[in-house]
């Protein structure tokens, strides 16, 4: 399934996953962001979304998606478009669950999903949004499963953002000298 393509072709559903994924897709692909010349990265790709506040996901040469954030931070987060759609409408607000530590065991990992959705269900009922039928929504229109059990689509993605080799950006000062990340939204 063409997911850019069905998403750029419905903007009633483009919408919707605006609203419940903070995930604006692109008419067009683009080239990642480059500060002016200064960023760049040890995997190819072109950007096909951004985020509200500037980020963007960019789909890699070898199929998995990258992030490069706002603020610098810069890694894979799935392993395929699917994979990075089921991140987005299960998980939304996903970097909300970047706490590393939470990824040692299953059951604890559970109960901190389960904490960070409660958060983001008061979050939308203050703007009188309903979160999970959006997220239904979302789900059928894209051909993809609501899951009550996240664990295993946050394990696929710490998985992804912790395999080598990693999506890394490195920025170069005018003076030459260079700054690169880990290339893990982890570390």
């Known amino acids: 399934m063409d997911f850019i393509k069905m ?11 605006c609203d419940v994924c903070d995930v604006e897709i692109l008419s067009q692909f683009k080239a990642p962001q ?3 010349g200064h960023l760049t990265y040890n995997i190819s790709g ?3 979304a951004k985020a509200g506040s500037g980020s963007e996901y960019i789909l890699l040469e070898d199929g998995s998606i990258g992030f490069w954030g706002s603020e610098g931070e810069c890694g894979r987060i799935a392993d395929n478009l699917k994979e ?8 939304p607000y996903w970097e909300d669950y970047l706490d590393e530590g939470e990824f040692q065991d299953r ?24 979160l999970p039928k959006a997220q239904q929504e979302l789900a059928d229109c894209l ?3 609501k899951k009550a059990d996240v664990v295993d689509i946050l394990m696929r993605f710490y998985d992804c953002a912790k395999r080598e080799p990693r999506f890394i950006s490195t ?3 005018k003076d030459g000298s260079t700054h690169s990340g880990t290339g893990s939204l982890f570390d």
């Open 107 to 130: 059951k604890g990992l559970d109960e901190f999903a389960k904490e960070i959705f409660e958060e983001h269900m008061e979050n939308a009922k203050d703007i009188a949004f309903d």
């Open 171 to 173: 920025y170069m000062e």
């Open 46 to 48: 072109k950007t096909f």
């Open 143 to 145: 051909g993809i499963e």
């Open 34 to 36: 480059d500060e002016g």
């Open 7 to 17: 998403l750029r072709e419905d903007h009633n559903l483009s919408d919707l996953l």
């Open 84 to 91: 990075f759609f089921e991140l987005m409408v299960n998980c």
